[in-house]
């Protein structure tokens, strides 16, 4: 299969994406294909001392209702570190601090139109701090054993893809 680009316009400018038409060419045939862009974003897997991962509950405008999710948050600028965005989220979301993350993975959310790249850290040694919630943030914060997590999973209760994948690789990297 080949695939050439033939020509992108940009449609619509938001607060964290652009949303482009691209026109391409595609196993001989010219096709229109939606084409998001995000700057990119970090997430953290918080373990207390306990080995249990705090978590955040927020509503999610999307789909209309509240998620548990890890913590995570868009870079401020589209170069910025994504260490440093996980530093700065872990502690606005969760009231948590640390002096080291550690790398997990890297997810990209939603292959068929959007470049949206997350990577994700594990934070230990949390030390207690405050939240700095953005003033439409509302979140609440509880913690739970891997076990837990995976049972939500399983159950459909946490969907949210990147949360999914982050839990999946800490429980199978660290055996929890």
């Given at each position: 299969?080949?695939?050439?680009?033939?020509?992108?316009?940009?449609?619509?400018?938001?607060?964290?994406?652009?949303?482009?038409?691209?026109?391409?060419?595609?196993?001989?045939?010219?096709?229109?294909?939606?084409?998001?862009?995000?700057?990119?974003?970090?997430?953290?897997?918080?373990?207390?001392?306990?080995?249990?991962?705090?978590?955040?509950?927020?509503y999610r405008n999307a789909l209309d209702?509240?998620?548990?999710?890890?913590?995570?948050?868009?870079?401020?600028?589209?170069?910025?570190?994504?260490?440093?965005?996980?530093?700065?989220?872990?502690?606005?979301?969760?009231g948590y601090k640390t002096e080291h993350?550690?790398?997990?993975?890297?997810?990209?959310?939603?292959?068929?139109?959007?470049?949206?790249?997350?990577?994700?850290?594990?934070?230990?040694?949390?030390?207690?701090?405050?939240?700095?919630?953005?003033?439409?943030?509302?979140?609440?914060?509880?913690?739970?054993?891997?076990?837990?997590?995976?049972?939500?999973?399983?159950a459909g209760r946490i969907t949210d893809?990147?949360?999914?994948?982050?839990?999946?690789?800490?429980?199978?990297?660290?055996?929890?």
């Amino acid at each position: 299969m080949s695939v050439e680009r033939l020509d992108r316009k940009l449609k619509y400018q938001g607060t964290i994406l652009k949303i482009y038409e691209d026109t391409v060419i595609a196993n001989g045939h010219e096709a229109h294909w939606d084409f998001i862009h995000h700057d990119g974003a970090a997430a953290v897997v918080p373990v207390r001392e306990d080995g249990r991962i705090l978590m955040v509950r927020q509503y999610r405008n999307a789909l209309d209702r509240y998620t548990l999710e890890i913590p995570a948050g868009k870079l401020d600028e589209p170069d910025e570190p994504t260490i440093e965005c996980a530093f700065r989220e872990l502690e606005e979301e969760t009231g948590y601090k640390t002096e080291h993350m550690e790398y997990l993975i890297t997810v990209n959310t939603t292959v068929a139109f959007c470049d949206e790249k997350i990577d994700i850290y594990v934070a230990r040694d949390l030390i207690p701090s405050h939240q700095n919630l953005d003033e439409d943030e509302e979140i609440e914060i509880a913690a739970y054993t891997i076990g837990e997590l995976q049972e939500q999973i399983l159950a459909g209760r946490i969907t949210d893809g990147k949360t999914i994948a982050a839990l999946m690789a800490y429980a199978r990297k660290y055996n929890a």
